[in-house]
């Protein structure tokens, strides 16, 4: 579930004894000062560590731990997510690494967060990616098979990113980065039809949790007592994907409904919605140009396709799997809501 992360101790009181120190670039030892002390902790009795990155403020003492706490604990590339206790164990291991207290590292803040999980599926990760067209008013962006989607503050000048979502085939990943055994057994699930699909959010400040109902977490600490919540935010990501591969044009419809139709089937979905937006004359009418696509889709999405109750129904099948291995993470009493809704879609639409 946590991936990377940026965790700050203001007031360190331990050392480095067990880091290797990183070299310092050629110009950074002409200067008169250096500003860190670089650092990489690596997990021992791994054959090939994933390190995570250690910087210390030589002025102000504060130390920045960076990098995924999920490959630094599991090895390198690994399909397997961090459980609440072995985020606490990881937590736990990286003090003792740095000689402080335990407490000192559960009451360090963070940013950057990255919340994510790898969901088995029986789609090529390509096919899903560029299916997913819409996440409310984020920026998207797709590279190949991975798509993103960023969401900007609107008061900053320029505008930074606040959260960001990004969905992955972990399975060529897993080809491309692991060892000979991660390759085999990557080219075996491809073969019977098994691929993973990793999602992946990132809540850049504090404000990001505030604005996602998430603002009780401000610690490490609160993040390994928080898990469930973590879930649920999730989930509601996912939730909130648009799909969309065909219209089944002939499905019954009226002459509105038709003309989007056409629209999308010729332009696909971000040339029809552009198209529109240009036509608008406030806020409203962009929110009803949107829903008018996304109530099209909903309602007339080809079944022969790829489609959001397919997604579904990965997503349901995840978390069931996750409420066997994970039961002290994933408490149904908090997405019971969701995972009904979700359940509801998917026996329609089987």
């Not at 879930?231 to 989007?260: C, G, H, P, Q």
């Amino acid at each position: 579930m946590i991936d990377k992360i940026r965790i700050t101790i203001e007031n360190f009181t331990g050392n480095f004894d067990n880091c290797v120190k990183k070299i310092t670039r050629k110009k950074a030892v002409e200067q008169t000062e250096i500003r860190y002390n670089n650092y990489l902790l690596k997990k021992e009795l791994q054959a090939y560590p994933y390190p995570l990155k250690v910087r210390q403020d030589t002025k102000t003492g504060k130390v920045r731990i960076i990098g995924s706490i999920r490959r630094w604990y599991n090895h390198r590339y690994y399909y397997h997510d961090l459980s609440s206790t072995q985020l606490a164990d990881a937590i736990s291991e990286i003090a003792t690494a740095l000689n402080i207290p335990l407490d000192e590292i559960c009451n360090a803040k963070f940013s950057q967060c990255e919340i994510g999980q790898s969901v088995r599926t029986k789609y090529p990760v390509g096919e899903i990616v560029t299916a997913m067209v819409k996440h409310g008013i984020a920026e998207r962006t797709q590279y190949a098979t991975t798509v993103y989607f960023n969401n900007k503050g609107f008061n900053d000048k320029p505008p930074q990113r606040v959260k960001s979502i990004k969905i992955y085939d972990k399975s060529r990943e897993h080809a491309k980065h692991g060892n000979e055994r991660q390759v085999k057994l990557t080219k075996h699930l491809e073969k019977i039809g098994v691929y993973f699909m990793r999602a992946e959010t990132t809540l850049y400040d504090h404000q990001a949790f505030i604005d996602n109902d998430l603002g009780h977490i401000r610690t490490v600490g609160d993040l390994i007592n928080n898990y469930p919540c973590l879930f649920e935010y999730w989930t509601r990501e996912i939730s909130r994907f648009v799909v969309f591969t065909a219209i089944d044009t002939n499905k019954k419809m009226s002459k509105k409904e038709r003309l989007v139709a056409t629209e999308l089937e010729e332009l696909g979905y971000e040339l029809s919605l552009e198209k529109a937006l240009k036509l608008c004359a406030n806020k409203h009418q962009r929110s009803k140009k949107r829903k008018e696509r996304e109530d099209v889709i909903k309602k007339y999405q080809s079944k022969t396709e790829y489609r959001k109750q397919l997604l579904d129904a990965d997503v349901l099948r995840h978390l069931h799997r996750k409420s066997k291995i994970q039961q002290g993470d994933l408490v149904f009493a908090r997405n019971v809501r969701i995972l009904k809704k979700i359940e509801k879609v998917v026996k329609k639409n089987a």
